[in-house]
């Protein structure tokens, strides 16, 4: 291999430290600063080049970099030809198309010969376009919001999270275009050592995103109650059962369970008999 292989990721913004804690938590060594473009990570061979989240795109479509992360929102803009290797599961928001609040419209087909101002005008105009509404694009970068109010526009189509920055400018939300989140992307067709290090690379992020949706319950049980806590908690192919040394009328289980579900299968587990309940984070997962 003549050089690293490079991952492109965000030097700011909202993607940056989570990105870093990403890697990091996936096992990589490296040292970041203000100043640094790129750096080498010191356990894989890998280098880190640090550019603006809209590049990351274009850098690994055009060869410099074999991998990024960036916004699914940007990988739609940049209409380039890379794979979606993995969802990461943050930085979550929606493409919204909005309309003044005394607008009369209040569906898509509405928007038909309206201006409509956007930083996303390639993701819009197709949108539109697939619906069979005819709009004209206004590309804008900065505070879309407040086209309408300059009358630059009729309506705008911009990334949403909470949803307050619209309400502070008088719009409302008519649709979502696009659910957007952090994702790894990466060229087609990589092979070699260089394909084994993308793959690998691939497999230890997957592996911390996979983690943080599950986390790993120990209890004690009556072995009578077996049953019915695999039935709450049958992991993924069954629980982990483990006689206790010095208590023949008792076990201890071990499974993993969707963190989103800990609330509710608690009380259940404690209502079938179990006692001694752990909850523990899981670093990585690969099922």
Same mark, same amino acid.
């Given at each position: 291999?003549?050089?690293? %292989?490079?991952?492109?990721?965000?030097?700011?913004?909202?993607?940056?430290?989570?990105?870093?804690?990403?890697?990091?938590?996936?096992?990589?060594?490296?040292?970041?600063?203000?100043?640094?473009?790129?750096?080498?990570?010191?356990?894989?061979?890998?280098?880190?080049?640090?550019?603006?989240?809209?590049?990351?795109?274009?850098? %690994?479509?055009?060869?410099?970099?074999?991998?990024?992360?960036?916004?699914?929102?940007? +990988?739609?803009?940049?209409?380039?030809?890379?794979?979606?290797?993995?969802?990461?599961?943050?930085?979550?928001?929606?493409?919204?198309?909005?309309?003044?609040?005394?607008?009369?419209?209040?569906? +898509?087909?509405?928007?038909?010969?309206?201006?409509?101002?956007?930083?996303?005008?390639?993701?819009?105009?197709?949108?539109?376009?697939?619906?069979?509404?005819?709009?004209?694009?206004?590309?804008?970068?900065?505070?879309?919001?407040?086209?309408?109010?300059?009358?630059?526009?009729?309506?705008?189509?911009?990334?949403?999270?909470?949803?307050?920055?619209?309400?502070?400018?008088?719009?409302?939300?008519?649709?979502?275009?696009?659910?957007?989140?952090?994702?790894?992307?990466?060229?087609?067709?990589?092979?070699?050592?260089?394909?084994?290090?993308?793959?690998?690379?691939?497999?230890?992020?997957?592996? !911390? !995103?996979?983690?943080?949706?599950?986390?790993?319950? +120990?209890?004690?049980?009556?072995?009578?109650?077996?049953?019915?806590?695999?039935?709450?908690?049958?992991?993924?192919?069954?629980?982990? %059962?483990?006689? +206790?040394?010095?208590?023949?009328?008792?076990?201890?289980?071990?499974?993993?369970?969707?963190?989103?579900?800990?609330?509710?299968?608690?009380?259940?587990?404690?209502?079938?008999?179990?006692?001694?309940?752990?909850?523990?984070?899981?670093?990585?997962?690969?099922?």
């Amino acid at each position: 291999m003549t050089r690293r %292989v490079r991952m492109a990721v965000p030097n700011k913004g909202r993607l940056k430290d989570p990105t870093a804690a990403l890697l990091r938590q996936a096992g990589l060594v490296f040292e970041q600063t203000d100043r640094a473009l790129s750096v080498p990570v010191r356990n894989v061979d890998l280098e880190l080049l640090f550019v603006r989240t809209e590049d990351v795109c274009e850098m %690994v479509a055009d060869g410099v970099a074999e991998l990024g992360i960036t916004g699914l929102d940007l +990988l739609t803009e940049a209409n380039v030809d890379l794979d979606v290797v993995s969802e990461l599961g943050y930085g979550r928001c929606r493409l919204t198309a909005a309309v003044p609040n005394d607008s009369p419209i209040g569906e +898509l087909s509405e928007f038909a010969g309206q201006r409509v101002a956007t930083a996303h005008p390639h993701t819009t105009g197709t949108f539109f376009a697939e619906k069979g509404v005819d709009i004209t694009t206004i590309p804008l970068r900065g505070s879309v919001e407040v086209a309408p109010k300059l009358g630059v526009a009729d309506a705008i189509v911009d990334l949403v999270s909470s949803g307050s920055t619209m309400k502070v400018n008088g719009l409302r939300p008519v649709a979502t275009i696009l659910e957007s989140q952090a994702v790894l992307v990466s060229v087609r067709g990589v092979n070699g050592e260089v394909g084994a290090t993308v793959a690998q690379m691939a497999t230890m992020l997957q592996a !911390v !995103v996979a983690a943080r949706r599950k986390r790993y319950v +120990l209890m004690n049980a009556p072995t009578n109650a077996l049953d019915e806590i695999e039935a709450i908690i049958p992991g993924f192919d069954a629980p982990s %059962v483990v006689p +206790l040394a010095h208590d023949p009328g008792k076990v201890a289980i071990h499974s993993v369970v969707d963190a989103d579900d800990v609330w509710t299968v608690l009380p259940k587990l404690k209502a079938a008999g179990a006692s001694g309940i752990l909850v523990l984070p899981i670093e990585q997962l690969i099922a």
